[in-house]
C-alpha cells in the first residue's frame, strides 16, 4: 500500500487500455483515493464505469481549454478533500491529418493547438493542484522519446513533448521549495487509443520489441509501476526528471546486427 491515504488526481483516462486508466487503477490498488474527470462528453459513456469500480470521485467534464470547467474541478476538489497529494498529466491531442508527412508541413492552427492542449494544460493545472499540495505532493507527466529524437510520422507532437519535457524541469525549479516534485514518464511505444493515430504504429512496435536490450516491447504494467514509484515516498528525493520506460531503447545508439534483415523487410512491408 504504497499510496495508502494519498488522494490523486488523474487526467487524460479515455477507455480502459488508456495509460492513464492502468495507473488510476494502480494507484488505487495501492491505496490511493482517485479523482478521475474526462476530458469531453462523449467520453463519459466509458470513463464513468471505470471511475466507479474503483470508487473515483470527481467524474464530471473537465476540458483543459475550459476555464470555467477546470475551475469547477478544482473547486470540488478542495470543498471535499480539501487537499491533493499528487496529479497525473496524461493529455495530449494533435490532428493526426497533420502526424504524417513533413513537420515542416505543420499549420499554424495545428501548432498552436497542439502546444496549448498538450504542454501548456500541464502548467495550467499544476498551478491549480499545487495550491491545493498544501503538504507537498508529486505531479507525473507522460512524454514520449519523440520530444528528444526524431521519430517519423510524430511530427509537431515530438515537438511538443520537447515543450512538455522542459515545462516539467522548470516546474520542479518553481515548486521545490514548496515540497512538491514534478516528472515525466517517457514511456515506449504502447498501443493505446492514443498512439493509435500514429502513422506505423503496428510496425514500430514490432521492430521495438526486437531492438530494445530486453527485446520486448513496454506493458501498461511497465508504466502504471513506474508511476506508483513516482507518486510515493519511495521517490521523495527525485524531481525534475525524465524517467525512462522503454526497455531500454533510449539508452541504444545503433539496432543489432541480426535486426538489419528484419527491419529491411518490415520496410519493404510498410511500403506495399
Known amino acids: 500500500m504504497l499510496l495508502k491515504g494519498k488522494k490523486i488526481l488523474i487526467t487524460g483516462v479515455a477507455n480502459d487500455w488508456s495509460m492513464a486508466w492502468a495507473i488510476a487503477k494502480r494507484a488505487h490498488e495501492e491505496g490511493a483515493e482517485i479523482a478521475m474527470p474526462y476530458a469531453m462528453p462523449n467520453l463519459e459513456k466509458r470513463v464513468r464505469p471505470l471511475a466507479e469500480s474503483i470508487n473515483a470521485d470527481f467524474v464530471q467534464e473537465c476540458n483543459v481549454q475550459n476555464d470555467e470547467q477546470m475551475d469547477a474541478l478544482f473547486n470540488a476538489i478542495q470543498e471535499?478533500?480539501?487537499?491533493?497529494?499528487?496529479?497525473?498529466?496524461a493529455i495530449a491531442f494533435s490532428d493526426k491529418n497533420e502526424l504524417t508527412g513533413r513537420y515542416a508541413d505543420t499549420t499554424r492552427d495545428n501548432f498552436k493547438n497542439t502546444m496549448d492542449i498538450s504542454v501548456y494544460s500541464l502548467v495550467d493545472l499544476t498551478r491549480r493542484a499545487s495550491k491545493l499540495m498544501t503538504d507537498g505532493g508529486s505531479i507525473?507527466?507522460?512524454?514520449?522519446?519523440?520530444?528528444?529524437?526524431?521519430?517519423?510520422n510524430y511530427n509537431v507532437m515530438g515537438v511538443a513533448k520537447s515543450a512538455l519535457d522542459s515545462s516539467v524541469r522548470y516546474l520542479a525549479a518553481d515548486l521545490g521549495k514548496d515540497k512538491i516534485r514534478v516528472n515525466a514518464i517517457s514511456?515506449?511505444?504502447?498501443?493505446?487509443?492514443?498512439s493509435s493515430g500514429v502513422g506505423g504504429i503496428k510496425s514500430?512496435?514490432?521492430?521495438?520489441?526486437?531492438?530494445?536490450?530486453l527485446r520486448r516491447n513496454m506493458t501498461l504494467d511497465?508504466?502504471?509501476?513506474?508511476?506508483?514509484?513516482?507518486?510515493s515516498n519511495l521517490s521523495s528525493a527525485v524531481t525534475g526528471e525524465v524517467h525512462h520506460v522503454d526497455c531500454g531503447y533510449s539508452t541504444t545508439g545503433m539496432m543489432p546486427n541480426e535486426m538489419k534483415d528484419i527491419l529491411l523487410k518490415a520496410l519493404d512491408e510498410e511500403a506495399k
Open 80 to 89: 471535499k478533500w480539501g487537499r491533493l497529494d499528487g496529479m497525473l498529466h
Open 140 to 152: 507525473v507527466a507522460l512524454t514520449y522519446f519523440g520530444g528528444e529524437k526524431s521519430v517519423p
Open 187 to 194: 514511456a515506449g511505444p504502447i498501443l493505446t487509443l492514443a
Open 204 to 213: 514500430m512496435l514490432r521492430l521495438n520489441a526486437e531492438t530494445t536490450p
Open 222 to 231: 511497465d508504466v502504471s509501476g513506474a508511476a506508483v514509484y513516482l507518486f
